[in-house]
């Protein structure tokens, strides 16, 4: 059903309006800490590693780590959550960021330690180091590399599964599916005896200001920012409009729909009702209790299919952005 969808037989919304604005402005005292502390460190380090989402390539990621954080050092852009993102369009988007200065680029997906592209990098951070002027660590024999990136896209899971890959240890680095799981600048972790290679996890830093309102929504909705902040149901609205307007309409059967529809308020009434999720509210009365749909549970509930992969495999980024 939902491949055969004909978008054109529906009237979908040409763009997505919002009513707050503020998630542009979003950018807690933790992580203005988190930048400096982690400037700070830069001169004990080799080379940085900047961890992204691969669905969002392109958008949300702070400009500052290319040039304030990593300065000279090595650079190396990993692009993260590949199993979940589609990367048809991957070489121009390659492309795209090379341009933007990004000549080191490799997709992973840290939760498979077999992954091709976690094996690479270690080898791609012994050759960039080898090859760099390492200025006052020239007689060091190990490498210390920077992990940095936005929040929630994988930078202390990196670090554990290179761990595992490398030196056969458990996990070093605490993990969540929320944004701002690590807080500071950590001690560093070694992930390679040979080359002897020690990694530094730092807290996820959001560019100070988000240039555009879709950057802010599609960085919410791959968890970089906490969900509180731009609100569960405005975020399940962004989804949902994406998805129609992109012609991605596997939602239909995941959520248990008969058709397409642009307006969340009938997909989360829909949903909530499938899934038995009621709230309890005062009646007008004000002496009595109704029973509800459950809007917000039913907006997680579509928010986490989209997360999980159960969409299919999205790419939120366009090239057309880039120009
Ligand atoms: N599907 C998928 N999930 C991943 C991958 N890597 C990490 N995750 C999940 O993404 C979430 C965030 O991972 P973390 O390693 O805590 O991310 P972080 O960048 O350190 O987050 P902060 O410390 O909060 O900035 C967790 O739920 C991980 O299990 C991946 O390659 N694929
Ligand atoms: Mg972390």
Redesign the pocket.
Known sequence: MAKRVASSLYQFRETFRVVNKDVLRWFPGHMGKGLKQMQQRLKLVDCVIE?HDARIPLSGRNPNFRYTVSGVKPHILVL?????ADLQMRSEMEDILRKYGYHHIIF????DNKCPGVKQIIPTVAGLVSASERYNRSEEKDFCVMVI?V???????LINVLRTKHLGRGKAAP???T????RSVQNRIKVSENPLVYLLDT??ILTPNVPDIETGLRLALCACLQDHLVGIETIADYLLYWLNKNNQFRYVDVMGLEEPTDSIGTLLIKVALKLGKTQRKRDISGNGYVEIPDLPAAAYHFIKAFRN?DLGKLMLDTQQQAS
């Open positions: 961890v993260n959550k590949k199993d979940l992973t997906n840290c939760k990136g929040p929630n896209v994988g930078k202390s899971s993990v969540g599916a944004a701002g799981i690590t807290p996820g992969g």
